[in-house]
């Protein structure tokens, strides 16, 4: 196994972190304290963004995107993930690649003006009734002719404010399992504005200040079939088929943002005297650095791992889980020890470890449950012996 | 075809917090991050510039030193220059011997002009650029805090303690750039996929009749004596007192 990194992915790796550090840093501070990202300021970064052709860069190239394998384009997310989420996701965004089932018309109306900026999606799948037990939604679509009629609701939906469409997840029937009544789910896009939906602001949280999340509501919304994403009830397939690693992703932004916890822990240890020396010769704090390093280095090799699979057509749920998994959680641990290494400096907010602390606390929610993860790597243990 | 020819030099990062090694033989190099010298960035960004414009035809980026030196010639290439010349040397190149073979490359190539950066943060020598010229007996403007070309003449504007001073120099020339000249652009992720496919030539000293000779000898590198660390004063009333009580104010 070849772990060395080549010349086009550090070059990668290099021109996205100076991007970071130039453009997305020195604003850090102003989104974190009003909780806004100016629109002026939004478009003035993704205007750099889309010159440098970091916009998007998670897509094909032949759509526009940079083409990148998925090792790579991890790498680009691990410095991307290194800044406030806000900015770096609204700025140098990455579409949804479930766009790239578009298919005719879509393609000009979604797809491509998504690479290239012009327009931003957002995707709607957990309802206040149903999180982790996706098929359970109640948001159902009724055929009527060439039509759909949509109603539900949907919340914790993040970008809606600001997203021109969303990818819209509904029951459009149920069929007979050998396990009982199974939901058959189809993957609609809908403009925003199409009468019978309406977004509502969602709840404040702890996490992530300056981005939104939103309350979907569609009340006879009629939206036509050439609408949907996929094949009628075929929408989990056109997700399994198409959105792949954004678990991995996840993971990905989280090491960076430990790696930069870590580079702050490692310089005030150095820096920070007590006791007549620098609290890194004290071994209760030198000991708590070598295990950040450790934990961060295991996160990094499983997602890597991972990532390298995903290209061979080799990775299994459990590889995505299990560097999801691990990911998020190491950053919970780095950040909170990044902090206590601090003492009281850690918590102030003009450092970014508080706010890191804070964002880390949802990456063991979204995209899975840290217990969903669990469940998947159990479940393929357990279920080749009969579990 | 206009050519101009960029100088490129592998350097520690400027963010690196250098150390020096114990046996003061030099700093300590084993996994620090290396960059192209930030002058010779600035450099290339104006070369990039001029071609952009239709003031040349193509970007050369030159860089003496090790193997691994085409790290930062692939990124020159990834920023856009047309492709590369990597001189191997394993050992410090001086300035006058960089001088040399830049100048067997600048009659080589047939350079309309060679942009180098003022200095490298490394020796900080600021030769490499001024012997170049007088090798290559063609005009010099160091210290380029402005460049434009008109025609046959290029007319720089030169940042001295005086302040500005603007010259007119024939071309082919040479030109070393200061920091405020231009902001280098960002390395775009898709030229970074098609740098690849970019010429790189490996070449030797030999290949341009240059034989590096020793003529400066480093003794001894020691690290600069660290700072006492300063006082707080609380008013300006005090700080006129502790001032007064140095003898500066
Ligand atoms: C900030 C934020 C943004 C989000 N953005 C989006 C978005 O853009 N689009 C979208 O569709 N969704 C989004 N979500 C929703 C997110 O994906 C869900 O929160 C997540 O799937 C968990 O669902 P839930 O919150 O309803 O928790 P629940 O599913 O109700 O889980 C509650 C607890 O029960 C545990 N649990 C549930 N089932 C099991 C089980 N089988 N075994 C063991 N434990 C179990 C969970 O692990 C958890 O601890 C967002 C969430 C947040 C917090």
Redesign the interface.
Known sequence: MEFALTEEQQLIIQTTRDFVVNELYPHEAEVEESGVLRPELRDAIKAKAIEAGLYAANMPAEVGGAGLDTLTWLLYERELGRANYALHWTCVARPSNILMACTGEQREKYLLPAVRGERSDCMAMTEPGVGSDVRGMKTNARRDGEYFIINGTKHFISHADEADFVILYAATGEEETPRGKKKLITAFIIDKGTPGYTIRPGYKNVSHRGYHNSILEFSDCRVHQSQILGELHQGFEVANDWLGATRLQVAATCLGRAERALEHAKQWAVDRQQFGQQIGKFQGVSFKLADMAMELKAAELLTFEAAWKFDQKLATDMDMAMAKLKATEMLAFVADEAIQIHGGMGLMSDLPLERIWRDARVERIWEGTSEIQRHIISRAMLRPLGG | MRRILVGIKRVVDYSVRVRVKPDGTGVALDGVKMSINPFDEIALEEALRMKERGEADEVVAMSIGPEEA??QL??AL?MGADRAILVKSDTAVEPLTAAQVFTAIARAEDARLVLVGKQAIDDDANQTGQMLAALWGRPQATFASKVEVLGEVLRVTREVDAGLETLEIDLPAVVTVDLRLNEP?????????K??KKPLDVKSFADYGVEPTERLKVTLYVAPATRSKGIMVKSVAELVDVLKKKGLA
């Open positions: 085409q790290q692939r990124t990834a652009r960002y390395v775009k992720l898709p030229d970074i996929m740098a690849k």
